[in-house]
């Protein structure tokens, strides 16, 4: 049943017919009613299901991050949704039974500020993964005071490290601190941010899988 809270002109939530009321990023939004399925699924749509399952789980996994590092491109939609439609296109890899994530195309930030040249990442004391990179500070809109963003993803428990806040790009390093990882092997970003409060980020650079020093 559907509500009209602001009269017959307002906005509606539930279901009337075959229109359904919702909000999505404080819009107000009427879309078709889903149809009751009657035919069972092709091989092609079992696929696209297998791929939507796999990725949106790495997704979700990501999903405090992806809110801010997708933003540019979070035009009436979550930073979730945008990162899962790119990572969609070019991050799956594997043949039609058995489709998986091609982290080094993951992207799990994506702007216009020009990213760096990156070295594999690193664990060499425990529970710590070290970033080096070269500074390009003055490479466009590059500067030294870039925030550099640190990345670990370990796909087996589904949870995502990050930090902003310890090191820039002028210092063409870092060390990520992640305690709650023994003896694990992560997948591993870079990125950068802007200093200033407009926010733009750079695309992200793949550094690599890193086991994870006891």
């Known amino acids: 049943m559907a509500k009209l809270p602001g009269g017959i002109f307002g906005p509606f939530y539930g279901k ?24 069972p699924p092709t091989p092609q749509q079992l696929l696209q299901q297998q791929r939507f399952a796999l990725m949106s ?34 991050a799956i890899t594997g043949n039609a039974s058995s489709p998986e994530i091609n982290y080094p195309t993951l992207l799990v930030s994506r702007g216009d500020l020009p990213a760096a040249t990156a070295e594999p990442a ?27 963003i640190l ?29 709650h990882f023994n003896n694990t092997t992560v ?10 409060p407009k926010e733009i980020i750079s695309d992200s650079v793949y550094t690599g899988a890193v086991t994870v020093n006891v």
């Open 187 to 196: 997948h591993t970003w870079l990125a950068f941010v802007t200093a200033d």
């Open 57 to 90: 789980k790495v997704m979700r996994g990501m999903n405090n991050l992806l809110a801010f590092s997708f933003q540019a491109y979070a035009i009436n939609k979550s930073g979730y949704n945008c990162a899962l439609q790119y990572n969609l296109r070019n």
């Open 16 to 39: 009337a017919g075959n229109v359904v009321g919702t909000k999505w990023k404080d819009l107000n939004v009427l879309r078709a009613a889903p149809g009751k399925k009657t035919k």
């Open 151 to 179: 990345v670990c993803y370990d796909p087996v428990m589904n949870v995502c490290v990050f930090d902003r806040t310890t090191t820039c790009r002028g210092n063409a390093g870092g060390i990520l601190q992640i305690p």
């Open 122 to 148: 690193r664990s060499v004391t425990a529970r710590e993964i070290i970033f080096s990179w070269t500074d390009n500070s003055g490479l466009g809109i590059a500067k030294s005071d870039d925030q550099a």
